[in-house]
């Protein structure tokens, strides 16, 4: 072998070991750099226990290490693996690096809900529709069946209640009153005239009084002399008033009073009560 080409081998070997030592060195430290930066994905529901009929409201938020990736974010629910909500989210919270969907709308299941566990999945995608890591998670909702509708029941029919045997001319719970009839005029009195006899009648008694007062005003002697010389003129004068007064008065005649037809009332079978007393 020519001395060039030794010395030429040679120097590729001693390369060859410096850069196996090298990596042997430093390979490490490399491998540390290229680590991959997973994330953090927290998913919410609400009821976590509902009815077979119930509607479901879902959130999630992520985050993915120190820094916010380039939105926007795409955040997909699923319900039992069926699509249920999607939801992109443009901007992260650059104090908190957090990307948070807030609440959903109260939205039906996309499948028929029965009694027991189901699996509600969120998955989260970059902007170039990649999913990250980290970027998945799960909540198991359960569903229970609802109470059952009460029976309605017929309201009950009252009973007929019977009615009250109303005696006649007695008062009795349900019955009406007794009626109430008026009484015949003739039972009751004639009013006075109130003409001049009456008034006659009172100056005489009032002239009546006059010698009492005079008694007692002149004594009885100046009082019976005046009687004395005037005697004819008081007799004549009460004979007169009596007269008047006998012509003044007037007695009842007998009379046989015929029923009016206009008052005349239809017979009834039942006595009506009177309540006239003699």
Known sequence: MPAKLRSRVIRGCRLALLLVAAAAAFGPATGHAFTLISGTTKMYVNPAVGYT????????????????????????????????????????????????????????????????????????YSNTNVLFPGGTAQFAYTAVNPPASPVARPSPTPSPIPSPVCAVGAATAGCPSPSTTACPAAMLPNAGSGGWGDSILAALMIGAALPIVGLAMFG??????????????????????????????TFPTASNPQASPAAAVTPSSASTPSSCSA
């Open 53 to 124: 009929t119930s509607y479901v409201q879902v959130r999630a938020t992520f985050k993915f290490g120190t820094s916010c990736p380039p939105p926007p974010v795409s955040f997909r629910f699923t319900f039992d693996s069926k699509a249920f909500w999607t939801r992109s989210v443009s901007a992260c919270n650059a104090s908190t690096f957090l990307w948070d969907t807030g609440w959903s709308p109260y939205t039906k299941p996309p499948v028929t809900v029965s009694a027991g566990q189901h699996v509600i999945a969120v998955g989260v």
């Open 220 to 249: 009885p002697q100046t009082l019976f002399a005046a009687a004395y010389r005037r005697r004819r003129f008081l007799t004549l004068f009460g004979l007169s008033a009596m007269a008047v007064l006998a012509l003044n008065c």
